[in-house]
């Protein structure tokens, strides 16, 4: 008999909006934890909750998806922009292949789970992730990840558009400032969930009930 989690009770709705979510139809997304940005964002605290997240997970049978930002394609408007843009804001664009584009062996990840890798911060953009998740079944998405107001938002964002209910993990993602990281949860949080709902690792654990 296929077990369902607990609803979480999140902000600014009890998540998911439908009660229903089990290892059948969700996912965790880890987005952007790479070595360099947990650096520059002196995101060590950051790391160790979406380790926490990937082990319940892993416990759970919740497939656990990972993405790094800073693909091949440098020359292309997206990356440009991007890596320009991130000089300014403290938002670093790493070279692929390079020690700081890598993802932080820290989140001890499944040996089978999918990297995808994309040029700026949608994680669905100029990827298969959209077809992957489509292809088991999985609507429901908790996600967890670095900069809050850059891959973190702009995934969270572009999945609600694409019909995923979502849940960022807010002790799990950190901005490039405090007060960016806080106004933008609730900017996901904002018209009664408009791109999503708000909730912490302990309460997303609680509710996989993993011992």
Not at 40 to 61: D, F, I, K, N, Y
Not at 151 to 170: K, Y
Request: net charge negative.
């Amino acid at each position: 008999m296929l077990k369902r989690f607990a609803s979480i009770d999140a902000t600014p709705y009890s998540w998911p909006f439908d009660g229903r979510w089990s290892a059948d139809d969700s996912a965790l997304l880890v987005l952007g934890f790479q070595s360099g940005m947990i650096v520059a964002l002196e995101a060590q605290p950051e790391l160790a909750v979406a380790a926490r997240l990937v082990s319940a997970a892993q416990a759970a049978g919740l497939p656990v998806i990972a993405s790094r930002r800073g693909r091949a394609e440098t020359l292309s408007p997206v990356a440009g922009r991007r890596a320009a843009m991130g000089a300014e804001m403290g938002d670093p664009l790493f070279p692929p292949h390079t020690p700081e584009w890598e993802l932080a062996g820290a989140l001890d990840l499944p040996a089978d789970a999918p990297i995808f890798d994309h040029p700026g911060d949608n994680a669905f953009y100029s990827t298969g992730l959209e077809a992957w998740l489509r292809q088991r079944g999985i609507r429901n998405l908790v996600l967890a990840g670095l900069p809050t107001e850059g891959l973190l938002h702009a995934t969270q964002r572009a999945a609600n558009d694409m019909g995923f209910e979502c849940i960022a993990v807010s002790d799990a993602c950190k901005g490039t400032t405090d007060a960016r990281h806080a106004g933008q949860l609730r900017i996901t949080a904002f018209g009664n969930g408009l791109f999503g709902t708000v909730a912490t690792a302990d309460q997303l654990i609680a509710a996989l009930n993993v011992p």
